[in-house]
């Protein structure tokens, strides 16, 4: 009977020291590295930093908030939207159309979500997540009583500004869509004309529909 | 010429017939002619004689007148009374000889008057010299009238004969030219038919004979046996040596049919079938039965002979075979005849070592135990290292249990970040509002964001890192259970081993003993040996006349093949 070929012997000492350094650390002794402390942060700096906007006076700029529906990126302009807030919990409402996902309940506002894609008739790709509503209002048309709906969106991606410029008018978009949209920038934003999608009638919902 | 030869030969002997008759008939008519110009002539003479006759009456007549007038005696009346009896008579045969000639019968009826007046002149005046004397009678002759009838009876009379006489001539020369033709005939005839004949016998006979003469060589040539013979220019011919033709020509056809059936019968082609030309063709129903009888025989000859061949092959082959295997047989006899002194002498050998491995055997039964003790030791090791592994597969599972804690935690954080995430921009959203002065609350909010962007970044490393140390459990877990298997295999090896070694001891004792035998065989073995010995000398002796005689087998059985063979390609050339 031929022995085993003997393996290399296990280093349990180092294995014992290693699970000591690990025990001190999870008890609350551990001390970070000052450098990799630094360079973490450096490194998360940068990457999350924006580029300063040089807003001449002369410059118009516009305040958009970036969002993502269905695979695609959108701008609004923040002017008319009041709040962003997670989609926890929603109601349909029966003899809707399709557009008018249900209502929900914000801090005790009755509000109503409109799906934009539906309403733009683009085609319903893909898995979204759609737990994200942007609150949009328009005081303007008529003080004291303002068109106030949510628009739901996949994810909010931030608020930043854009010179007005920059925005141009939609060439390859037809359909709907195009009616409702400013433009769309250089880096593929498409810019959603909040004024006149809040002023259409079609999103009224008459209520003796 | 489509004519039989029998109408050929007839119509030759009546051309001869003809040529016959034509001068027969010519000679009779020519004879006749002759004797008709006799009877004519003979017919002239009769009437000149009579002629002749009537005129000397008369002149009897004048006589007996002349006389009695000068004499006055009735005696002279005599030649006058017998002429007056006769003249009729003679006129009348006149009459009947010439009644055919119409001439001479218009001068007899102008004869008849002169004659009546000159006898009645006669008669006047014989009676004028009764009367009236002498003198008288004389003047009335010397009148002259009596000499001038006599005159005129004369020249009639003339007249008529030279009339006869040209008749006379004139038949004569008649029968003459006859005569001369008659010769002509006979003369140019018989010479003109003899040659027409000859010509026309030499045809016939070339016609007929050249032909049957061709004929008759062309049988003599069949009857030698020579079939090349060619009659087909007289086969043409309507008649009968046609008909014999064609019926050589047939027979010959018949006979070359026969002759190529035989020829290809000779040449091994018996597929013929003769058909007989008719139920009493002797030689064709001979070859048909022939043939049916040399084709069952020859397809029972080659099934005969490929039986034949076959088994001559199979017997050439197991002789040879045979004849190997003894040859090998001997060798291997010789061999084996060696062999078996080299056994014997190792059965020596094998009888020491034998003693040798029962010592070793009892050696390997004591180091076979302490074995044994070694394998239970090992066992129980075994058993140890089992319940270690459970411990730890237990504690790697606690270990897991406790990272999808840790995960839940990490979602609950990750909510968290995106709560934060939403109120920094509803913050942004807010500032924005405030104008000038919400400026400073952007940035704060800015940076709530941006803090809940790195928690969100941190939460999805550790996940990651969970991630990789659930991979890490469940190899450990997997690699703990293989362990945990391979020693379950250990302890059942050293289980196996334990019993294999118990075996083994058995084996050797059991070999120790067994080896005391052998040694005690081995002896009896040696005696055996030199038995083997003897007979194998036997063996080879008995072998080697046994090669002798396969090689004879085998000689044999290659005859038999090659007189099979030989048959075969005879019987082949025959193609049923």
Known sequence: MQKPPVKEAIDWQDIHRRIDQLSNAIDGNWQADPAHVHTTLNRRARELAVPLHNATAAEQVMELLEFSLANERYGIGSAFVREVCPLTQFTPVPCTPSFVLGIINVRGEIISVVDIRKFFALPETGLPDLNKIIIVYNDAVAPGKPMLFGILADFIVEVREVAVAAIQPPSNITGIRADYLLGVTANGLAVIDAEKLLADKAVIVDENV | ?576
């Open chain 2, 1 to 576: 010429m489509k004519w039989s030869v029998g109408a050929k030969i007839g119509s030759g002997f009546a051309l001869a017939l003809v040529i016959l008759l034509a001068i027969g008939v010519s000679s009779y008519q020519n004879t006749s002619s002759m004797i008709d110009a006799a009877a004519w002539r003979t017919h002239t003479y009769a009437v000149i004689a009579d002629l002749e006759h009537l005129l000397s009456i008369i002149k009897d007549g004048e006589t007996g007148q002349r006389g009695y007038i000068i004499t006055g005696q009735s005696e002279y009346l005599g030649p006058y009374k017998d002429a007056v009896s006769t003249v009729r008579p003679a006129l009348d045969e006149l009459v009947t000889l010439t009644h055919d000639n119409v001439s001479q019968q218009r001068q007899l009826e102008r004869l008849k008057p002169l004659i009546q007046t000159r006898f009645a002149q006669f008669k006047s005046i014989i009676e004028l010299r009764d009367a009236k004397g002498f003198d008288v009678a004389v003047a009335s002759v010397q009148l002259g009238e009596g000499k001038k009838v006599m005159d005129e009876i004369r020249e009639i009379i003339a007249e008529m004969r030279v009339e006869e006489q040209r008749l006379l001539k004139i038949r004569e020369q008649r029968a003459d030219e006859d005569t001369h033709r008659a010769i002509a005939v006979i003369i140019y005839g018989i010479p003109v038919a003899f040659v027409l004949l000859a010509i026309l016998a030499t045809l016939i006979t070339r016609n007929i004979a050249e032909p049957l003469r061709e004929l008759a060589a062309g049988a003599v040539k069949i009857a030698e046996g020579d079939l090349t013979i060619n009659l087909k220019a007289n086969a043409e011919r309507a008649d009968e040596v046609g008909a014999l033709v064609r019926a050589f020509v047939n027979m010959i056809d018949g006979l070359q049919h026969m002759a190529a059936v035989a020829g290809r019968i000779a040449a091994g082609d018996i597929r013929d079938k003769v058909q007989p030309r008719s139920p009493r063709d002797v030689l064709g129903n001979a070859f048909a039965i022939m043939l049916d009888k040399l084709r069952a025989m020859t397809s029972e000859i080659n099934s005969g002979v490929n039986v034949l061949v076959s088994a001559a092959a199979e017997i050439l082959a197991a002789t040879t075979q045979m004849a190997a295997g003894s040859a090998e047989t001997a060798t291997a006899v010789s061999q084996t005849a060696s062999t078996v002194e080299e056994v014997k002498q190792t059965a020596v050998l094998a009888s020491n070592k034998a003693q040798r491995v029962a010592d070793n055997a009892q050696t390997a039964v004591a180091i076979s135990q302490d074995g044994s003790q070694a394998v239970q030791a090992s066992i129980e090791a075994m058993r140890r290292i089992q319940e270690q592994m459970e411990s730890i597969a237990e504690s790697i599972v606690r270990l897991s249990e406790q990272g999808h804690a840790i995960g839940e935690i990490i979602a609950t954080v990750n909510d968290l970040a995106e709560q934060s995430n939403l109120l920094a921009v509803n913050a942004t959203i807010e500032a924005a509002k405030a104008g000038e002065q919400g400026k400073g609350f952007a940035v704060v909010a800015q940076e709530v964001k941006s803090l809940a962007a790195q928690s969100k970044q941190a939460t999805a490393q550790v996940r990651g890192i969970l991630g990789e140390i659930q991979k890490a459990t469940s190899a450990a877990v997997t690699t703990t259970e293989r362990g945990s298997r391979e020693v379950e295999t250990g302890d059942q090896l050293s289980v196996k081993l334990d019993e294999v070694i118990h075996g083994l001891t058995d084996s050797i004792s059991e070999a120790a003993r067994a080896a005391t035998q052998i040694a005690a065989s081995s002896q009896q073995q040696l005696v055996g040996m030199d038995q083997v010995a003897l007979a194998m000398q036997n063996i080879r002796e008995a072998s080697t006349q046994n090669v002798a005689s396969n090689k004879q087998t085998e000689s044999a059985a290659q005859n038999l093949h090659q007189v099979g063979l030989r048959l075969k390609q005879l019987v082949e050339q025959y193609q049923v």
